[in-house]
């Protein structure tokens, strides 16, 4: 390694393509991703749920000042946040549903220790994230110019605030969605850098967009469940997901043009 380098970041290779290449699925695909990570699931439950458990003590951690305080807008706006840690926190569920395909043991310590291989490439990503959350935050603020200024608004007046306020973040959780689809398994799964597997996340996106409007589907019902039952649910909704997101990549994206990652430790 040069000195130039930055450990755990993998560097971009001037002879691999730009993007990897993708597969067109059908709108029944999402499906036949959560029955594989159902399996997943089953294989490693108390690694997974274990995963489930942490993002629902997150989740009341990150909920409990603004209940205090009873700022509800500020409690939305923090679950909002999902959205973006969501996929960062996932990364050790498709550690483990990585092993679990190459017929290694998994565990918890193991499925911590590969998504802390990737951490480098993960601030990466953060940042991707981060910039897209300061834009949307800032175009949030300039949709307050259409909220009723009138003591009492009709419902018109509401209506508009709304319908405007939920297309323009609409927009912003798109873009979130298509960069994070499938990047995150790409990483986990070969020596790739963000860059490459951000782009080929949005291409395979854009390429499969029925699939891809149900699985959002899928995924935006999974979410309104967890916080309609205090996050609980999320304990195995969560996990799920996370596996299911991984065999979605392994579905759609063709990246063996690029070297394999390689486990860590003893089988």
């Given at each position: 390694?040069?000195?130039?380098?930055?450990?755990?970041?993998?560097?971009?290779?001037?002879?691999?393509?730009?993007?990897?290449?993708?597969?067109?699925?059908?709108?029944?695909?999402?499906?036949?991703?959560?029955?594989?990570?159902?399996?997943?699931?089953?294989?490693?439950?108390?690694?997974?749920?274990?995963?489930?458990?942490?993002?629902?003590?997150?989740?009341?951690?990150?909920?409990?000042?603004?209940?205090?305080?009873?700022?509800?807008?500020?409690?939305?706006?923090?679950?909002?946040?999902?959205?973006?840690?969501?996929?960062?926190?996932?990364?050790?569920?498709?550690?483990?549903?990585?092993?679990?395909?190459?017929?290694?043991?998994?565990?918890?310590?193991?499925?911590?220790?590969?998504?802390?291989?990737?951490?480098?490439?993960?601030?990466?990503?953060?940042?991707?994230?981060?910039?897209?959350?300061?834009?949307?935050?800032?175009?949030?603020?300039?949709?307050?110019?259409?909220?009723?200024?009138?003591?009492?608004?009709?419902?018109?007046?509401?209506?508009?605030?709304?319908?405007?306020?939920?297309?323009?973040?609409?927009?912003?959780?798109?873009?979130?969605?298509?960069?994070?689809?499938?990047?995150?398994?790409?990483?986990?799964?070969?020596?790739?850098?963000?860059?490459?597997?951000?782009?080929?996340?949005?291409?395979?996106?854009?390429?499969?967009?029925?699939?891809?409007?149900?699985?959002?589907?899928?995924?935006?019902?999974?979410?309104?469940?967890?916080?309609?039952?205090?996050?609980?649910?999320?304990?195995?909704?969560?996990?799920?997901?996370?596996?299911?997101?991984?065999?979605?990549?392994?579905?759609?994206?063709?990246?063996?043009?690029?070297?394999?990652q390689e486990p860590m430790g003893?089988p």
């Amino acid at each position: 390694m040069t000195d130039t380098e930055t450990p755990g970041v993998t560097p971009p290779d001037p002879d691999m393509p730009f993007v990897a290449p993708c597969r067109e699925v059908g709108p029944g695909a999402p499906f036949r991703w959560i029955a594989a990570g159902f399996r997943d699931l089953k294989a490693a439950p108390r690694q997974s749920l274990g995963w489930g458990l942490i993002v629902v003590a997150l989740s009341w951690l990150i909920s409990l000042p603004p209940l205090m305080l009873g700022n509800k807008f500020a409690l939305l706006g923090l679950l909002s946040g999902f959205v973006f840690i969501g996929p960062l926190l996932a990364i050790a569920l498709y550690a483990i549903s990585w092993r679990l395909e190459r017929g290694r043991a998994p565990s918890f310590r193991r499925s911590a220790a590969e998504a802390k291989r990737q951490l480098s490439n993960c601030m990466v990503f953060a940042l991707v994230l981060m910039v897209i959350f300061l834009v949307w935050a800032r175009a949030a603020s300039m949709v307050h110019v259409f909220f009723p200024v009138e003591a009492d608004p009709d419902w018109r007046q509401i209506a508009r605030f709304l319908t405007i306020g939920s297309a323009v973040g609409s927009i912003f959780a798109a873009i979130t969605f298509a960069a994070s689809a499938f990047s995150l398994p790409m990483i986990m799964d070969r020596q790739t850098d963000t860059i490459t597997a951000v782009v080929t996340s949005v291409n395979a996106v854009l390429r499969n967009k029925a699939a891809m409007i149900v699985w959002l589907a899928i995924l935006i019902t999974s979410v309104a469940i967890g916080f309609a039952t205090a996050f609980i649910g999320l304990i195995l909704l969560f996990p799920l997901l996370g596996h299911a997101t991984f065999h979605s990549y392994r579905d759609v994206i063709d990246a063996s043009a690029w070297p394999r990652q390689e486990p860590m430790g003893m089988p």
